[in-house]
């Protein structure tokens, strides 16, 4: 089983079928905070000191449904106060919804009202870089995964947070989200071919348009394409679904063993391409599987559960991890995740409502780092 952000739940609109990989070889324009922008910029590896992390208390019944929806909240609050452990978190939550999301954070986490779609902060709120003595975050456009759902409010979160964090607003013209870029801070980055070279966020733009507005923009000097897959979730394949860097030069990769499913050749794939390949400072990769459980508790059980152990969240001093109800795959993973991440606690907790709605507690957060 793989982390999947289902078409299928109500409120989800699959347009056009599946969707096209890759693009054509002509250019698109550049943002003013990229190839013009004569300041140096970097995205620091999630595993640097944060400020704080944001979140988004957005859970809504239309998308989520009646049954999910308590869960799905008390599952957001879990990951906040347990984040909050180690650092500041700051929640968006809807103004009407501000005494609810109280009662179930507490008072160890920030609420700041806002307009919300839902609870995606990964991929809606800014992806924050620091350079030139400054920091920013970047805007990169959210247009709900290739317009499938509603988001003329999230379309908002990356400015507004931006804002509240009292750093610049970097615009781009490049469509995407936060989970689609992993980066090791050392100039390297993985990133999907599905979900970026997709027609329905970026059309027209070429893998050498994105290398140079990525890489002015986040301190690139490598990208590692992965193929990812398009038209099977919402996100059309994020990278955090597939790769994450545990440290420069070890990458923790997902693997689908089940051969039946649409996930096993691709990752087969990405494997391959990991193994084979080296990061912008010449290493090559350590590739570390983490096993995906054999069973979730069976109240969640679906065909769309994210039962995969890649997306974690690392904080200041910790590693928050989910745990599914397998206690052989859960303690495995946690020893691994402990091994890979020395210093730093492992915490892991029950997400079962989120990872029934196709996420992780990596796509509820971003990181603002210090």
Known sequence: MMLRRTFLRSGLVAVGGLLAVGCSDTGSGHADGGEDDPRTWRMPEEGEPH????????????????????????????IARTIAQFEPVSMLVRAEELELARGLVGPSVELIAAPLDDLWMRDTGPVFVTGSGTRAGIDFNFNGWGGKQD?????????????????????????????????????????????????????????????????????LEKIIWLPGIAGKDITDGHTDFYARFASPGVVVAGFDP??????????????????????????ALEVVVLEAPGTVRPEFESDDFAAGYVNFYVCNGAVIAPEFGDPEADRAAGEELARLFPGRRVVQIGIDAIAAGGGGIHCTTQQEPA
């Open 51 to 78: 400020r704080r992390t944001w979140m988004a208390f957005g859970a809504s019944e239309p998308i989520w449904g009646s049954t999910l929806l308590p869960e799905v909240r008390r599952n957001l609050a879990t």
């Open 151 to 219: 988001f003329d409010r999230d379309a908002g979160v990356a400015g507004l947070v931006a804002a509240r964090a009292g750093v610049e607003s970097l615009p781009s013209d490049l469509i995407l989200e936060g989970g689609a870029i992993e980066v090791d801070g050392e100039g390297t980055a993985i990133i999907t071919e599905s979900c970026v070279l997709n027609d329905n966020r970026n059309p027209g733009w070429s893998k050498a348009d994105v290398e140079a507005e990525l890489g002015a923009l986040l301190g």
């Open 258 to 283: 089940d051969p039946e499913s649409f996930d096993h050749d691709v990752t087969t794939r990405h494997l391959e391409i990991l193994e084979g390949a080296t990061d912008a400072r010449g290493r």
